[in-house]
């Protein structure tokens, strides 16, 4: 079953975050709730709303993760990868979303700044007014709307395998990022060539891969190929990329 989620406007959104700003991750507990006045609902979809209890489900398990990682009062820099990598699987697992839902800003705008505040805020400290907007809004950059798109779209097993930066390389760029075929096939070709040639500077190997990639693009419609073509042409790219690195 898929489900309806909650919106918040962003007009409503930039008022909490100027509000939380001014608190720490374990003041916002107490901010924390799994409704909100202001939100509202999709009012003609066809879907059931979402539960209580599959939102409280969320906020348990992932202040759980984040409980491993230092939350609420130590930093996260040294152990963001494996929380995103945990919380992305939580969300892909739990949520029960649509994709179409899943590109509503307003809908990760209420996970974040109604449901878990506090796990917003501490993944994203509030050192930059700018950085918080595109974390904390339900834009692509959102601290959730990523990494659930992660998991969607590359899968949990290939993205535990990626660096951070590697899976940046894939998922911010939205002739790739968008499509979930191109991007999980990219994803198995470049650790593929990893794996087969230990010791290449890896995220140098994926950045010209993908500089290859975008310079086809406007010419192959990537996302129409059939699986065996977009592989063979995946292997050509990586392994001109893998020229240019070695």
């Given at each position: 079953m898929a489900y309806l989620y909650p919106r918040l406007e962003a007009a409503v959104a930039a008022k909490l975050i100027a509000e939380y700003s001014n608190y720490s991750p374990r003041q916002l507990v107490s901010y924390s709730a799994l409704s909100h006045p202001q939100a509202s609902i999709y009012p003609t979809g066809a879907k059931a709303t979402v539960p209580t209890a599959v939102l409280e489900k969320l906020q348990i398990a992932i202040r759980h993760v984040a409980g491993s990682y230092g939350y609420p009062d130590q930093g996260r820099t040294r152990t963001a990868t494996p929380f995103?990598?945990?919380?992305?699987?939580?969300?892909?697992?739990?949520?029960?979303?649509?994709?179409?839902?899943?590109?509503?800003?307003?809908?990760?705008?209420?996970?974040?700044?109604v449901v878990l505040p506090d796990v917003a805020f501490w993944r994203w400290p509030n050192t930059d007014a700018k950085e918080n907007y595109e974390r904390i809004l339900g834009r692509p950059r959102n601290v959730f709307r990523r990494l659930w798109w992660r998991s969607y779209c590359i899968g949990d097993d290939l993205s535990s395998q990626l660096?951070?930066?590697?899976?940046?390389?894939?998922?911010?760029?939205?002739?790739?990022?968008?499509?979930?075929?191109?991007?999980?096939?990219?994803?198995?070709?470049?650790?593929?060539?990893?794996?087969?040639?230990?010791?290449?500077?890896?995220?140098?190997?994926?950045?010209?891969?993908?500089?290859?990639?975008?310079?086809?693009?406007?010419?192959?419609?990537?996302?129409?190929?059939?699986?065996?073509?977009?592989?063979?042409?995946?292997?050509?790219?990586?392994?001109?990329?893998?020229?240019?690195?070695?």
């Open positions: 995103d990598q945990q919380v992305g699987t939580i969300l892909a697992e739990t949520m029960e979303i649509l994709p179409a839902d899943a590109a509503q800003e307003e809908i990760w705008s209420f996970l974040s700044l660096l951070e930066d590697e899976a940046v390389g894939i998922m911010e760029r939205p002739t790739f990022g968008s499509c979930r075929s191109v991007a999980r096939a990219t994803a198995a070709a470049h650790l593929r060539f990893v794996q087969e040639n230990p010791g290449i500077p890896r995220t140098e190997l994926l950045r010209q891969a993908m500089k290859r990639l975008r310079r086809i693009s406007p010419v192959i419609t990537l996302y129409a190929l059939p699986a065996a073509e977009l592989n063979a042409l995946l292997d050509e790219i990586f392994g001109a990329a893998l020229q240019a690195v070695a």
